[in-house]
């Protein structure tokens, strides 16, 4: 159905159809009704290029995340689907636009083309030429994680330097004086991945301050690699009792490799780490984490978003959020440590 049959039946010209739809321009209040009711009759809905056409919006945002490779972490799928749903809750649909050296034509079609009213970028890197470009063009988004320089910009994040940090002491009260880190793969480190790199620094920080003999590691997204990974550390260093991880997807890897060394966990080896919930209730024994919210970072973007394209003089605004540690079941203390209750 169109807005010619609407003209027709409500017996008006096409224009004024138009006009009584968009609220262009004034159109008397019988006619809007018997627009109205045609309308409603026929159950009309404008399309999105019509919209667009009409009052200069979309209705869509864009979501920017980097390729996949081989897969996506169940993190990385947790914060596009709740991006997805909180756009809903502000009735915008959301395009996904991979971004990444293969693929920044997908970027810049998303932006020449303004098929998206503004763009929430993810797994933002400590110099990301995303957040600069977007800058620079004027153009609205809101980035789920947050540059070294974040002043002036629009985000949410987690605080990854203070959530290691607290892992590490943590594990520091328990009583353990060697620990590792697992950190996200090596690519990603290299690449400046802001949470790996403030990651590792909140890490390596607290353990210098608790005078800790630590070893850190690059680990694949995967478990096959987090077995691995553990195989490394009590080779490299039997006497560890304890890591930190921020690898959620290796977590099912780490476990399976502390069960084949004949590591009990938390009796003979402690894990912890900055891992969302559900993926910390998955493993047994559950894992101590800081949990990561992902719904709440994406509802945040979004409604940072929508308030920059509502308001587009508001001045910059962010979320920088520190969950607490979860205790659950993974930490106890070091062999020989007296139990405190930590």
């Given amino acids: 159905m169109n807005i010619g049959e609407i003209a027709r039946r409500a017996g008006v010209s096409r224009s004024t159809v138009s006009y009584a739809l968009s609220g262009k ?5 019988e006619t809007r009704r018997r627009i109205q009711r045609v309308v409603d009759e026929l159950g009309y809905r404008p399309s999105a290029s019509a919209r667009a056409l009409a009052n200069g919006r979309t209705s869509t945002i864009g979501l920017v995340f980097p390729p996949a490779g081989n897969h996506y972490t169940g993190m990385q799928l947790d914060f596009i689907g709740s991006v997805v749903e909180a756009a809903a809750a502000f009735d915008y649909d959301v395009l996904l636009s991979p971004s990444g050296v293969d693929s920044d034509r997908s970027f810049q079609r998303l932006l020449g ?3 998206v009213d503004g763009a929430i970028l993810m797994e933002i890197r400590l110099a990301d030429d995303r957040v600069d ?3 620079e063009l004027g153009f609205p988004s809101v980035a789920i994680g947050r540059t070294a320089r974040p002043e002036g ?3 949410v994040a987690l605080d990854h330097t203070a959530l290691a940090a607290a892992c590490v002491h943590h594990l520091a009260d328990l009583g353990h004086r060697r620990v590792a880190f697992v950190n996200r793969p090596e690519q990603l480190l290299r690449a400046g991945y802001e949470s790996a790199q403030r990651g590792l620094d909140g890490f390596t920080k607290a353990a210098a301050e608790r005078g800790l003999t630590v070893r850190t590691y690059c680990c694949g997204d995967d478990a096959a690699s987090g077995q691995s990974c553990v195989e490394r550390i009590l080779h490299d260093d039997p006497a560890t009792t304890a890591l930190v991880t921020l690898n959620e997807a290796a977590l099912g890897g780490i476990y399976r490799g502390l069960a084949r060394a004949g590591r009990h966990v ?3 080896f402690s894990v912890t780490g900055v891992v969302a919930g559900r993926w910390a209730e998955t493993v047994t024994p559950q894992l101590t984490a800081a949990d990561v919210p992902a719904a709440d970072l994406g ?10 394209l509502d308001h587009p003089g508001t001045p910059p605004r962010h979320h920088l959020l520190t969950p607490p540690i979860s205790l659950r ?4 203390p070091a062999a020989g440590t007296p139990s405190t209750g930590a």
């Fill in 25 to 29: 321009r004034p159109v008397s209040e």
């Fill in 133 to 135: 470009h977007l800058a």
């Fill in 329 to 332: 079941a993974s930490t106890g």
């Fill in 153 to 155: 910009s629009w985000w």
């Fill in 266 to 268: 938390p009796r003979d």
């Fill in 299 to 308: 509802r945040l973007a979004v409604e940072l978003l929508v308030e920059r």
């Fill in 113 to 115: 083309e303004r098929r």
